[in-house]
């Protein structure tokens, strides 16, 4: 069966440093891969799209890798801040079902100063 | 511009109770999304449309669940009868087409309690 798998437990970093978040699949063979944010209360916030044929993608202090020999994405953050506390989410693009996204459970990013 | 806008934001109602959620998604965005999040968990699809036909409802749990796109701009999701197990968000999302890998836009959610 498909899965998208991402650090089930909570990411714990203090200010300024660099957080590093996982994202594994199983059974896709996506096109490309979306991080989004999600703050509580609130819907989720693209972030970044990588595509297949893209081994990495940057925008100001994110960062992500994408390894479809591992079926693995790494988004980073660099200089954490406390403001980047939040849930982020990865998604996969599923060419079973029209190319709709499937995300991940999301893992919950907590930056203290 | 404005951007996904979802009502109501909360709503209580009673098991077996109906209840309907509204989307208004970005203008021009032609592809329109249903997900349901439950707490702790990512966003699972429930339909998507393109322009005001269903092209992916294989999640939607048709016993119970409803939804329509008329004139291919507003949707509107209903459950009729709510159960316990349906509390949860429901998020509405909209995007400009499929085979566009572009980003989704969503909307801020619909909170359901059903007690």
């Known amino acids: 069966s498909q899965k998208i798998e991402q650090n089930s437990e909570a990411l714990n970093i203090q200010e300024g440093k660099t957080a590093t978040l996982t994202c594994n699949y199983t059974?896709?063979?996506?096109?490309?891969l979306q991080w989004y944010r999600q703050d509580p209360g609130r819907g989720p916030v693209f972030l970044l799209l990588?595509?297949?044929?893209?081994k990495e993608k940057r925008k100001e202090r994110l960062k992500v890798t994408f390894d479809t020999t591992l079926k693995q994405s790494l988004f980073h953050i660099t200089a954490s801040q406390p403001a980047d506390s939040a849930t982020y989410l990865c998604?996969?693009?599923?060419?079973?079902?029209?190319?709709?996204?499937?995300f991940g459970k999301g893992t919950s990013l907590l930056v203290t100063p | 511009e404005a951007g996904v806008v979802q009502s109501p934001r909360y709503k209580i109602i009673e098991k077996k109770q109906p209840v309907a959620f509204w989307c208004n998604p970005i203008?021009?965005?032609?592809?329109l999304y249903w997900y349901l999040q439950n707490l702790g968990q990512g966003p699972e699809l429930l339909i998507r449309?393109?322009?005001?036909?269903?092209?992916?409802d294989s999640q939607l749990p048709k016993d119970r669940f409803s939804a329509e796109r008329l004139k291919g701009v507003d949707s509107t999701l209903k459950i009729q009868p709510a159960e316990l197990g349906d509390s949860a968000v429901y998020l509405c999302?909209?995007?400009?087409?499929?085979?566009?890998?572009?980003?989704?836009?969503f909307g801020e959610g619909s909170r359901l309690t059903v007690l």
């Open positions: 999302a909209s995007s400009l087409g499929t085979g566009n890998t572009g980003e989704l836009f």
């Open positions: 059974n896709y063979s996506p096109a490309y």
């Open positions: 990588i595509r297949e044929n893209e």
């Open positions: 998604a996969l693009d599923n060419s079973n079902s029209g190319y709709a996204l499937n």
């Open positions: 203008s021009g965005h032609n592809t």
């Open positions: 449309y393109e322009n005001e036909e269903a092209v992916d």
